[in-house]
């Protein structure tokens, strides 16, 4: 049997098969605790405790936003360096506690300073942070059209 003990919230569970699925409620409660009792073949009884938390579920807006290059009369690039801004906003009720920020781009680019990719920690609901990625520009790739793209995983 699983005993689950979670904010509010007290159920216990009688399984009858050794896989138990369950869908997680999706509610805010930093202290859950479950218990499995459970009985070996000479029927002796053992269990086990462990507390976690359930954190809301999280939704994010992610954008990105890059200026446009020029090419200038003596071939060099204009902005230099590339200035491409992410932009990760929590829209959701729940909050984001690690959010692992990635910039993808061919090898045209190159990351110029700072670090890529960009851990964001406890992102509020309604908060919104911008990060900003200078990317240098291979000299080799005129006349080329590349995307640039990006990323967002979360993590507890």
Do not use: K
Request: proline share 6%; net charge negative; glycine share 8%.
């Amino acid at each position: 049997s699983l005993y689950l003990s979670a904010c509010e919230m007290e159920t216990t569970f009688a399984i009858t098969d050794t896989i138990f699925m369950q869908t997680v409620p999706a509610i805010d409660c930093s202290s859950c605790t479950l218990i499995v009792a459970a009985r070996d073949s000479f029927c002796n009884w053992g269990y086990d405790t462990c507390q976690f938390v359930i954190r809301s579920p999280v939704e994010l807006l992610f954008n990105l936003e890059a200026d446009s290059l020029g090419c200038l009369p003596d071939g060099s690039f204009t902005p230099y360096p590339l200035p491409v801004r992410a932009i990760v906003s929590n829209v959701g009720g729940g909050v984001a506690d690690s959010l692992l920020v990635t910039l993808h781009f061919p090898g045209c680019f190159s990351v110029d300073r700072g670090e890529n990719p960009v851990m964001l920690y406890h992102l509020e609901p309604g908060g919104t942070d911008t990060l900003i990625f200078e990317l240098d520009i291979d000299e080799g790739c005129r006349d080329s059209t590349e995307c640039i793209w990006g990323e967002v995983e979360g993590f507890e």
